[in-house]
């Protein structure tokens, strides 16, 4: 059983950074790809970005590519997900989520293929 744990988020004015973090525990790290997710007020969960078990793949939601970085450390069991120029409708609670690397890792915007969720964080951006 994989714990996720969020933090970072906050209160932003648009056009600035944060950086979220997400420690998992539990399991063994380099056996997941691991995703972040994030959901608006009165809006379905939606994919944001993704990397793979070992950190050498990335993906994004189009709205994100440039803006937002993932990474992973998985020296510290942790994955980072650092927003830069942010808008207001960034804001949400953002998830991270975490699946088995036996899973396809092109299936990551799926949220239905991921196993393991944390209780997100709040990312608000003001006008």
């Known amino acids: 059983q994989v714990q996720l744990v969020e933090s970072g988020g906050g209160l932003v004015q648009a056009g600035g950074s944060l950086r979220l973090s997400c420690v998992a525990s539990?399991?063994?790290?380099?056996?997941?790809?691991m995703g972040w997710f994030r959901q608006a007020p009165g809006k379905e969960r939606e994919f944001v970005a993704a990397?793979?078990?070992?950190?050498?793949?990335?993906s994004y939601e189009d709205s994100a590519k440039g803006r937002f970085t993932i990474s992973k450390d998985n020296g510290k069991n942790t994955v980072y997900l650092q927003m830069n120029s942010l808008k207001p409708e960034d804001t949400a609670v953002y998830y991270c989520?975490?699946?088995?690397?036996?899973?396809?890792?092109?299936?990551?915007?799926?949220?239905?293929?991921?196993?393991?969720w944390g209780q997100g964080t709040q990312v608000t951006v003001s006008s």
């Open positions: 539990g399991g063994t790290f380099l056996g997941y790809h």
């Open positions: 990397i793979n078990w070992s950190g050498g793949s990335t």
């Open positions: 989520a975490a699946r088995s690397r036996g899973r396809p890792y092109n299936d990551y915007a799926r949220l239905a293929s991921y196993d393991y």
